[in-house]
């Protein structure tokens, strides 16, 4: 059901771990669902230098993970913020209808993180990510987690 | 280790033995004839079908009068729920039933509810049993009807049947069960245990898919399923499928002789998986009911790990399992068995089931207990739930 690149990027997911001095981190997704996404990212100079994830879900939310790390790895905070979950879908040879879910959720923890980047610095993100947090964000795709109850 | 190919799906369904094979090929190109038909060439058939009915009843403990054939675990099930409100809707519109049933009981009790019918679902504790005393205490007047299922399907754990035959008797009330996933595995036996309707599958026992069978006590008059023909003394019509009707019997009959000795091989293999796994894994849980267990039934939550993951990567191994989680069932939500023993969300979707029969071997279990422990711990490094 899966196409080889979602398999490539489940089997071998890029950029797994931690970063220990990450100036971002954004988590989504809730063990109720069933996926959570947490991106760690360290941004020098409007540039994402590093970017690790954490993922705790099916073989598409890992491959979405890894995919998303791997396409904002090295760009620049607005190139990041123009990633769109199509985007990550086509870059993996597409996902069945039942896991697109995964790719927003990848799009919504790459938001968290610069959400979380921007509050750091003290600058109100809504202007820039064009929401205030996680929470705000999640509730704009609450059709696609019916039956969830987001905290 | 050498990679090899373990089936350790058996719950979902078994591979069709040699011997049954074997049973059904006449009945395809030789004596293909209808049952219903007046010549003697169509007598092969309709001897092969009534050979069939005695070794499910003997398998049973029934009357072969009291065993018609359907095509598959489901239809049977749908027939003892629908047809017995439907007798008795005048008597009475209630039903007692379980939350982790299969869907073929829970949707069947869905569409009665919609017509009216009340059902109480009895709690099924972390255990995942029924108990008799909530039984009791449930029963009402207008109880028509309990059903609940002799095995689980997901968590292997058996129900007391005998003791709830034993009330619903004494009480005047029918009794049914899916025995589904128990027929071939534990000893069942309708008088004994004062079952009044019982279904079953026979590709849960080595018999092909699309043939299962239906116990009606005699004297339970519910209305027909499926209208048309005379066939089965005119209670379920439709021109019977008899080299899987042959196939059924062949399966049944082999497995009641092999159930001694089979049972206990198996439950020996499924409790070296059980221990390997608590022994190799931390932080995992034992679904259900350790004692009163199918003999080839394990289901474990992994936590901090996701049941899909876990699965393709077994499938890379060459292991076929099961999972409860969200992904697999099609839905957002985990399995609805594994909620109804109270597992929290984040436990049920980290869920896996091993199930065993006739052709698994010791190999078989040695050979997950080598390569489960290591994709636990490459998805555990990366989710962000472990410690």
């Not at chain 2, 006449?26 to 004596?31: I, N, V």
């Not at chain 2, 029963?139 to 109880?143: C, E, K, V, Y």
């Given at each position: 059901m899966y196409s080889e690149k979602v398999m490539d990027h489940f089997t071998n997911p890029r950029n797994v771990g931690e970063i220990a001095d990450a100036n971002a981190v954004g988590e989504v997704g809730n063990p109720t669902c069933g996926d959570i996404m947490r991106i760690y990212m360290k941004i020098e100079d409007g540039v994402i230098t590093d970017v690790k994830f954490k993922t705790f879900g099916c073989g598409a939310a890992v491959a979405t993970s890894s995919m998303a790390t791997e396409m904002v790895k090295g760009k620049t905070i607005a190139e990041a913020l123009a990633l769109t979950n199509k985007a990550v879908a086509e870059a993996l040879d597409g996902l069945p209808p039942i896991k697109m879910h995964c790719s927003v959720l990848a799009e919504d923890a790459i938001k968290a993180a610069l959400i979380d980047y921007y509050k750091r610095q003290g600058i109100d993100p809504k202007p820039i990510v064009g929401f205030d947090s996680v929470a705000e964000m999640e509730c704009c795709h609450g059709d696609l987690h019916e039956g969830c109850q987001h905290a | 280790m050498e990679k090899r190919f373990v089936y350790a799906d058996n719950a979902a369904t078994t591979r069709v033995s040699d011997e049954v094979v074997a049973a059904m090929l006449?009945?395809?190109?030789?004596?293909?004839?209808?049952?219903?038909?007046?010549?003697?060439?169509a007598g092969k058939a309709k001897t092969a079908i009534e050979n069939a009915r005695a070794q499910v009843a003997t398998a049973l403990g029934a009357t072969p009068g009291e065993i018609y054939f359907v095509s598959c675990g489901t239809e049977a099930d749908n027939w003892a729920l629908k047809g017995t409100a439907r007798m008795l809707a005048e008597k009475g519109r209630h039903i007692i039933s379980t939350p982790f049933e299969h869907h073929a009981i829970l949707h069947s009790l869905n569409t009665l509810e919609k017509e009216g019918f009340e059902v109480t679902y009895l709690p099924v504790y972390d255990n995942g049993r029924v108990r008799v005393e909530d039984l009791k205490a449930a029963?009402?007047?207008?109880?028509i009807l309990v059903s609940v299922m002799f095995a689980n399907n997901e968590i292997g754990t058996i129900q007391p049947i005998a003791e709830i035959g034993a009330v619903c008797r004494e009480r005047g009330i029918l009794f049914h069960t899916d025995a589904v996933q128990a027929i071939g595995h534990v000893p069942v036996d309708v008088q004994a245990m004062n079952i009044d309707m019982l279904s079953l599958s026979g590709h849960k026992f080595h018999a092909p898919k699309g043939i299962g069978a239906m116990y009606l006590r005699k004297g339970v008059g519910i209305p027909n399923f499926m209208d048309g023909g005379g066939q089965e003394k005119k209670r379920r019509a439709g021109t019977e499928n008899v080299p899987y009707i042959v196939g059924l019997g062949k399966a049944i009959e082999i497995a009641t002789q092999k159930l001694p000795e089979e049972s206990k091989r198996v439950a020996a293999l499924r409790d070296r998986l059980m221990d390997g796994l608590l022994e190799r894994i931390p932080d995992i849980k034992i679904n259900g009911d350790r004692e009163n267990r199918l003999p080839g039934n394990v289901n474990v939550s992994i936590k901090y790990v996701e049941g899909e993951s876990l699965l393709m990567m077994l499938d890379m191994q060459g292991v076929c399992a099961a999972s409860g989680s969200a992904c697999t069932s099609g839905s957002l939500d985990p399995s609805h068995v594994l909620m109804a023993i109270g597992l929290d969300h984040a436990t049920a979707h980290g869920s896996l089931r091993f199930s065993f029969a006739d052709y698994s071997t010791q190999e078989d279990i040695d050979y997950i207990l080598e390569v489960l422990p290591p994709i636990v711990e490459k998805l555990r490094a990366m989710s962000p739930l472990a410690k």
């Open positions: - | 006449p009945y395809f190109t030789e004596y293909y004839g209808n049952p219903s038909a007046v010549y003697g060439f029963i009402r007047p207008d109880t």
